[in-house]
């Protein structure tokens, strides 16, 4: 009965906190003091963003305390404990996905110039990206990752070193992975019609173009790093046979590289250069009454929260647009200032416009994407990952369990801390005669808006963009909530000086909202104790 209640209280905790990170973000939000609310992102559906932060294929708790339990509490006289763990993950394609990074959802974007007589049909203006005005084709992309990891873990208990009994029962652990990641957005082309032999003569050359410092969307490409080493501290609390409870808390050190935004979804390994502290529990009680030496039945859960310490970073942004037909006083051409209905459209794509600075020479054309990469400071706030399911257990022989985990993490708040070094305005029409530049700030990715003027269409002005006018949410991680599915199994041998286990597991990750991507993976691990 005592056990019973035990699991029915974790059981209420658990989804209880769950739900609440669930639906968190799933508020309507109808005032000027909200940034994001269902009709802007469609329930769980995100676009025209830049950065995405996947599950780190070694963050993963359910195979990391496969068969690692009954190993951990049960060492030989020198208390040591090691197993070494091999993960592969694979994402697997769909265009739900890629319109997280496309233009307003579009799995197909038409690049037209300006002399094309269908023009208006167009999702990117062909000049803004450095082709001719007769051009015109299409592109999509896939966004595609695959993650390898070796993580050494070794676990020592205290009770060799300590006089205390208090501190008899805790122990150390140290994880040590090392990652492979491979990104590639895979873009693809078609329908290319290009005239002009200066480059870049297509799509694919125009997106990586070779003068751009930022917000590039090139090839594959790939990093290998060791992840972020942590350091574990915990002991268990209920040890009687497979009836566990155990507790820790962790310091995540980050060891690998940060993000340098040099191109849209860059690999990175892990935790992108944070901080981070966490606790976490693990709870397994046996079902049924038999003795030891027959199967048991067991009921298993664990629970981890990870919390992140803010860093800076460099991310690229998108403008905020104004609502059309919008006649308030604060969305004059003259102040560029947006009132709060218009604060929260978004001009997507806008860091692919052309810039102009104030008092320069006409057509300066410079890289929207070197003018809207900012370096800021980003919040990423918590990461849990749970898991529960059922377990048979054979004493010494062998362990089959079936799970079913979420993982998931908040959206990123980012603060800039810096505004531009110079007035910037959204390039505009170059005028006969014209000595200075000039701005369009009403201009899309699509279209290029008449010039600003005051009053009088003779009387230009330069309205410039300010920190103000960023949409700081196109260049944060969006949060993500992964539903996982594993089958692990494996054997155990006791010997007469070191105890060992081999095990291996497959999993099936798919995501609510489309801020993550859906995966294959599989593990293997090797272990001991002594």
């Excluded at 084709?137 to 050494?152: K, R, V």
């Excluded at 990175?268 to 709870?283: I, K, R």
């Excluded at 998108?318 to 604060?330: E, I, P, R």
């Excluded at 929260?344 to 057509?363: C, I, T, V």
């Amino acid at each position: 009965m005592r056990k019973s209640y035990i699991i029915l209280n974790i059981l209420i905790f658990v989804t209880s906190f769950i739900s609440s990170k669930l639906f968190a973000d799933q508020a309507n939000h109808g005032d000027e003091f909200c940034t994001r609310c269902n009709q802007c992102n469609d329930n769980n559906f995100f676009t025209s963003r830049t950065f995405m932060m996947t599950r780190p294929v070694s963050h993963n708790i359910r195979a990391e305390q496969s068969l690692w339990h009954d190993f951990l509490y049960s060492k030989r006289d020198k208390g040591g404990s090691f197993q070494i763990i091999t993960f592969y993950q694979q994402s697997i394609n769909d265009q739900r996905y890629a319109k997280y990074f496309t233009l307003e959802g579009k799995s197909l974007m038409r690049v037209f110039g300006d002399d094309n007589h269908d023009a208006w049909q167009r999702d990117i203006r062909a000049e803004w990206i450095g082709l001719p005005a007769n051009f015109r084709g299409s592109f999509s992309l896939n966004p595609e990752q695959m993650q390898f990891a070796t993580s050494l873990v070794y676990n020592q208990d205290l009770k060799s070193f300590v006089k205390y009994d208090f501190l008899k029962r805790f122990w150390l652990e140290f994880s040590f992975p090392f990652v492979v990641v491979e990104n590639s957005l895979n873009l693809c082309q078609c329908d290319i019609f290009n005239e002009s032999p200066s480059y870049p003569r297509d799509i694919k050359q125009a997106l990586n173009n070779c003068c751009w410092l930022y917000g590039r969307i090139g090839g594959k490409k790939s990093c290998f790093g060791c992840a972020p080493v942590t350091v574990k501290l915990g002991g268990a609390f209920m040890d009687d046979g497979n009836d566990q409870i155990v507790s820790y808390c962790s310091l995540v050190i980050p060891t690998g590289k940060q993000d340098d935004d040099r191109f849209l979804f860059e690999p990175l390994p892990d935790y992108n250069g944070h901080w981070g502290l966490s606790s976490g529990v693990n709870f397994q009680f046996a079902l049924n009454r038999e003795n030891s030496d027959k199967i048991d039945f067991c009921f298993f859960l664990n629970f981890e929260a990870l919390f992140l310490v803010e860093a800076y970073h460099r991310r690229t942004f998108d403008l905020k647009s104004v609502v059309s037909g919008c006649n308030t006083a604060t969305c004059g051409a003259s102040t560029a200032a947006h009132c709060a209905p218009c604060d929260y459209k978004r001009k997507q794509w806008s860091r692919y416009l052309m810039f102009n600075a104030k008092g320069g020479a006409p057509d300066q054309n410079v890289p929207g994407v070197d003018i809207l990469t900012k370096n800021v400071k980003v919040r990423p706030y918590g990461i849990f990952d749970f898991s529960c399911g059922f377990k048979l257990i054979k004493l010494n022989k062998f362990e089959l369990e079936l799970g079913y985990g979420i993982w998931g993490h908040g959206s990123e708040k980012i603060e800039c801390v810096k505004n531009f070094d110079q007035e910037w305005g959204i390039a505009g029409i170059k005028q006969p005669g014209d000595t200075f530049a000039r701005s369009a700030s009403l201009s899309t990715i699509a279209q290029q808006i008449a010039t600003d003027v005051e009053n009088d269409p003779t009387d230009p002005v330069f309205i410039p963009i300010c920190i103000t006018h960023l949409d700081l949410d196109s260049g944060a991680a969006q949060g993500s909530l992964n539903h996982i599915i594993d089958l692990a199994g494996g054997l155990e041998h006791v010997g007469e000086a070191v105890d060992v286990f081999f095990g291996a597991g497959v999993y099936y990750e798919w995501p609510q909202k489309n801020s993550s991507l859906e995966n294959l993976g599989a593990w293997l691990k090797l272990g001991g104790s002594f």
